[in-house]
């Protein structure tokens, strides 16, 4: 089940491969996501000392989260996957150009994963090609149901 989408990540880049990754989360932030509070336009993934972090991923806090504990929208957090998957994605990530992005949040047995994808950059003409692509798709599927009355 999908919690927030990063549409803009499609848009902006080619995905070449998709990686499943936990999250480490302090308990108001679960509760935030799980109200759907959770925004991950602007947001990022870095290779920080071996490690992997989400940056920018805007999680906005409840008005009834407690009064001790000062809530920090747009801190860091530490992505968990198992060492293998990080070392090959730093592999890619310093040596073939490519970027890490996040594509969605989801439940995947009642936790939160994020869905991290291993991305090339689109050139301008390669995004207004997919958009002429999409326009196509949308005026074929029009007149296919146009025709079947």
């Known amino acids: 089940m999908t919690i927030a989408d990063n549409k803009k990540a499609f848009h902006d880049y080619f995905i070449e491969e998709r990686f499943e990754a936990g999250m480490a989360l302090e308990g108001w932030e679960v509760k935030s996501i799980r109200a759907g509070r959770v925004q991950l ?5 870095i290779v920080r000392a071996g490690e992997i972090f989400l940056f920018g ?12 504990v000062k809530p920090d929208p747009v801190r860091d957090r530490k992505l968990l996957m198992h060492a293998s998957e990080i070392n090959k994605l730093i592999g890619k990530v310093e040596r073939a150009g490519y970027t890490l992005v996040p594509l969605n949040l989801h439940f ?5 994963k994020c869905e991290i994808g291993l991305a090339k950059g689109k050139k301008q003409y390669d995004k207004r090609e997919t958009e002429k692509a999409r326009d196509w798709q ?6 296919m149901k146009q025709n079947r009355r």
Do not use: C, D, F, N
Request: proline share 7%; aromatic share 4%.
């Open 108 to 112: 995947s047995k009642g936790r939160i």
């Open 57 to 68: 991923a805007h999680i906005s806090p409840l008005p009834t989260a407690s009064t001790h």
């Open 138 to 143: 949308r005026e074929q599927q029009q007149i």
């Open 41 to 45: 336009k602007e947001a990022y993934v």
